[in-house]
């Protein structure tokens, strides 16, 4: 006769002898051997707006930084303002970004703008009208913005809800500009730069909680305590608690650090310490610092990470920073700002950065208008041209 315990159609709780087997299991867990296993996999932090926010710009220095150097960055370069090809100085829209509502300026508006952008990867702006001016700009949350999708898969609505209110912006109407980062998966929504550095991101805080814990236990492990009586024989119940007690709130935290141990009764303690690998969590925390400034594109020099220079000085450093991170993203949104500007006011309006006026540029500028002097074959409407000046007079 075959075992039964192989039959395949049997449920384990149906096999002849399964209560018995588990019976002798239960009383060999009883006698004092017991297995436990924890969950060993990596605990990540949300890809959520909020849990990037919570986690990166609210805990995280280096991603705090960041965010902060690009959008204080971007929003202080003065704006220039074109009608065709003419610039003009004076314009409605040069006076909305200027003052976009009552309670943001121009640079808090921007500044805002571009955190929503590198924290989200979206960035929505509601233009307020009185007749047919427009008369305010707001920037809406990401994450109360909700795409509305229509039977053909492309944005029908815009959904914003706060609490149990909530309006919908109708697509192409002029009263919405939904602003994104490339997402190579979604056809709507953008993707935030943090969220390609979160494992660096939750490495960096763990590596800081870690810290932290082992300050408050004196900077190193708990030992151990030995109980061997000449006698032989185990602690009681309560000399066991009364222990664990007064090592707790004897010895324990960083006021009591370097305390003696008073031991009785056979006790010995056997420390136990940290290998100088194991105790090398700063360098830890500059690797993940340091790929959370290449996620956003900021040289590790500028926000004060050591190691991994690759750049000659401050300078060259600030100089790739405008060049290669600040720039793009401020040519992308202004461009999205003069189609919106110029479909919404019926006008051809192009915004550009007055780049003469960014110090960081100041020696790639001077570079260029040396060149364009020595152009003799260029006009001087053409020279005005190419430094980004109005062609006419």
């Known amino acids: 006769m075959k075992n039964p315990f192989r039959l395949p159609w049997l449920r384990p709780g149906d096999r002849p002898g399964y209560a018995e087997a588990q019976a002798k299991t239960e009383a060999k867990a009883a006698t004092g051997f017991i297995a436990l296993s924890k969950d060993a996999r990596a605990h990540w932090t949300g890809r959520t707006y909020a849990g990037l926010s919570r986690e990166g710009f609210m805990k995280n220095p280096a991603a705090h930084r960041a965010v902060r150097l690009i959008s204080e960055a971007a929003a202080s370069v003065p704006l220039l303002l074109y009608e065709g090809i003419r610039e003009t100085s004076e314009h409605p ?58 039977r053909d898969g492309w944005p029908e609505a815009y959904e914003y809800r706060v609490g149990t209110l909530s309006r919908r912006h109708a697509v192409g109407a002029g009263g919405l500009l939904h602003l994104r980062l490339f997402h190579p998966l979604d056809d709507h929504l953008g993707f935030p730069p943090l969220e390609a550095a979160q494992m660096a991101l939750d ?140 479909e919404s006011l019926g006008e051809t309006l192009r915004l550009a950065p007055d780049l003469d006026q960014v110090a960081g540029l100041s020696a790639e500028r001077a570079e260029v208008w040396a060149r364009l002097k020595d152009a003799d074959f260029l006009s001087n409407a053409e020279k005005r041209q190419a430094v980004g000046y109005s062609v006419e007079e």
């Not at 300026?105 to 955190?115: N, S």
């Not at 929505?124 to 990401?142: C, K, M, N, S």
């Not at 991170?325 to 110029?342: I, K, N, Q, Y």
């Open 93 to 150: 829209v040069l006076a909305l970004l200027a003052r976009p509502n009552a309670r943001m300026g121009g640079v808090d508006f921007l500044e805002t703008l571009y955190g929503h952008l590198l924290l989200s990867g979206n960035a929505y702006v509601e233009a307020l009208r009185v007749g047919e001016a427009v008369r305010e700009l707001h920037l809406l949350r990401p994450d109360r913005m909700r795409i509305l999708e229509g």
């Open 203 to 342: 490495l960096s805080n763990a590596a800081a909680t870690w810290n932290k814990a082992l300050l408050d236990n004196s900077a190193r492990p708990s030992g151990a305590l030995v109980y061997q009586p000449k006698e032989g024989g185990n602690l009681s119940a309560d000399q066991y608690e009364r222990l664990k007690t007064e090592l707790d709130e004897g010895y324990s935290g960083p006021m009591r650090a370097g305390r003696p141990l008073l031991l009785e009764g056979g006790l010995d303690w056997k420390a136990m310490g940290l290998s100088p690998k194991d105790m090398d969590f700063v360098e830890a925390k500059n690797g993940a610092a340091r790929d959370i400034a290449l996620a956003f594109g900021v040289p590790p020099m500028l926000l004060g990470i050591p190691g991994d220079n690759t750049y000659a000085n401050y300078q060259e450093a600030n100089r790739a920073f405008y060049r290669l991170t600040v720039l793009p993203m401020l040519f992308r949104t202004l461009s999205a700002l003069s189609g919106w500007f110029s």
